[in-house]
């Protein structure tokens, strides 16, 4: 037995620059929403172009354990509920990601009452669900909260005003699952408007339900009682994209990266650009080539400001480059945990609670160490890592893509939750991975 059991784990050995095309999956944030949304026709939906993670099969065991019926064929996820039987979901998913909260609108609706149990995700942060359980009670249900679990009743569910205290991606997505079903006008104030909800949104029109969006981060959203089975493609994933683009900046190769529109890259490009990277952009394909970059200062943002998720992987470009780069993290206070595995192969970063680079944010004056100052060009050394997240995991994948030595990496099924066939990705860049530890 190795010294690292029977868990899988992967020797990454650097190679050089990463050269090639990545043809990126529709968006993780966005498939598992299209899904639960699903819960409110009364005919089957089908999700096009769906990526490859475990998100998705983690979100159909959910979706099954109420009684509804889900299949894949190839790229389409297909959602049938039919034969919805219950509003409860095992505790068994207890803090295993955000969606069962996110079921509870259309659960309600079908059912009445509904258990599901306390939500996790990536720890990043508290990630409270105060501002669901708030717009759940003002559509009129009765919501308690235990130990394990959130319990809520409603005879029906009556339109309502919600003002976000922040313009939460989830707690938008929770309402309007809730708001498409409920009786006469919701309104969303300081809503959430990143390319996911916007799909979301999108999707719930073409079940029927009556949503427009407004230019001031609002939603009125008239609900429908009867919705059907909707068909939509999902737009590609914005962060893998950047993910595969930093690789080939990272490590000074050529990356094109294909299936994601420039739209939704904006920020990501000009964040970039500002570093002094250029880019090849097509209809369908971005491309990055070597070249000479500089240190800058990023604050993360709601969109369309620069993406939490896209971090990670910034912070190890920031080791590549020569000079002082600063990343403020103001959307979750507790997301820079992961440096102290790039501190450890070398990377000279340290974290900071003040506001750097930027204005004050909501984490201003609290213990948050949520700034980190990297130092730039640091030669990281190969490392044993093991994966706290989604994100921070592609991270280590390219620290250690662009170390001296081989590293051992722990935690896979973490990056396996949201990045579609990473291992087969990387490996057509030119990475060389090993898998140790599976059954195969
Ligand atoms: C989603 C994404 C995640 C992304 C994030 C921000 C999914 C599965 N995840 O996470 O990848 O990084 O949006 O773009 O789509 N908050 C509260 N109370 C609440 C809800 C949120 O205080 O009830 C706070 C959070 O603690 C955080 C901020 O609002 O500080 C933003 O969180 P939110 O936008 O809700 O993120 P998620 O939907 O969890």
Aim: proline share 5%; hydrophobic share 40%.
């Amino acid at each position: 037995m190795s010294l690292l059991g029977d868990e899988v784990f992967w020797e990454v050995e650097p190679t050089g620059p990463l050269h090639g095309d990545v043809r990126v999956a529709g968006s993780k944030n966005a498939v598992t929403k299209l899904m639960v949304a699903g819960l409110l026709g009364d005919s089957p939906s089908y999700i096009l172009n769906a990526p490859m993670v475990t998100e998705v099969d983690i979100t159909a065991g959910m979706l099954t354990s109420v009684g509804a019926g889900v299949g894949r064929e190839g790229d389409t996820v297909v959602v049938d509920p039919s034969d919805i039987c219950t509003g409860s979901v095992p505790v068994g998913y207890f803090r295993t990601n955000r969606i069962p909260i996110l079921m509870m609108g259309p659960l309600l609706h079908r059912m009445g009452e509904v258990s599901v149990p306390l939500s996790g995700g990536d720890q990043i942060g508290g990630r409270p669900v105060d501002f669901h359980l708030e717009a759940l009670r003002s559509f009129g249900a009765e919501v308690t909260v235990t130990d394990d679990a959130i319990h809520a009743k409603a005879t029906r569910l009556q339109g309502t005003r919600v003002r976000l205290p922040f313009p939460s991606v989830g707690a938008t997505e929770t309402i309007l699952l809730t708001a498409a079903v409920a009786e006469g006008r919701t309104v969303i104030e300081n809503a959430a408007m990143e390319p996911e909800v916007v799909e979301l949104a999108l999707f719930l029109q073409r079940m029927g339900a009556g949503i427009e969006m407004r230019p001031d981060r609002r939603y009125v959203i008239e609900g429908t009682p009867k919705l059907s089975g909707a068909r939509q493609e999902l737009g590609g994933d914005r962060i893998e994209a950047f993910s595969y683009l930093v690789a080939g900046l990272a490590s000074g190769g050529r990356v094109q990266v294909s299936g994601c529109s420039q739209d939704r890259l904006v920020t990501a490009l000009s964040t970039l650009r500002r570093m002094g990277a250029s880019f090849d952009i097509t209809e369908d394909s971005v491309t990055v080539a070597p070249g000479e970059l500089r240190s800058i200062a990023v604050g993360t943002s709601t969109h369309p400001g620069f993406m939490t998720d896209w971090g990670p992987p910034l912070v190890v470009l920031f080791t590549q480059v020569p000079g002082m780069s600063v990343l403020h993290e103001t959307v979750f206070e507790d997301r820079l945990g992961y440096v102290e595995a790039l501190d450890a192969m070398g990377a000279q970063v340290e974290l900071y609670d003040q506001c750097l680079g930027g204005g004050p944010c909501r984490f201003h004056e609290t213990d948050w160490r949520h700034s980190a100052v990297v130092r730039g060009r640091t030669q990281l050394r190969g490392g044993r890592l093991d994966m706290p997240d989604i994100r921070a995991g592609f991270a280590y994948i390219l620290a250690a893509a662009v170390a001296d030595g081989p590293s051992t990496i722990r935690g896979i099924h973490q990056l396996e939750r949201g990045y579609d066939r990473v291992h087969e990705k990387f490996a057509e860049l030119g990475l060389r991975i090993q898998e140790f530890g599976s059954a195969d």
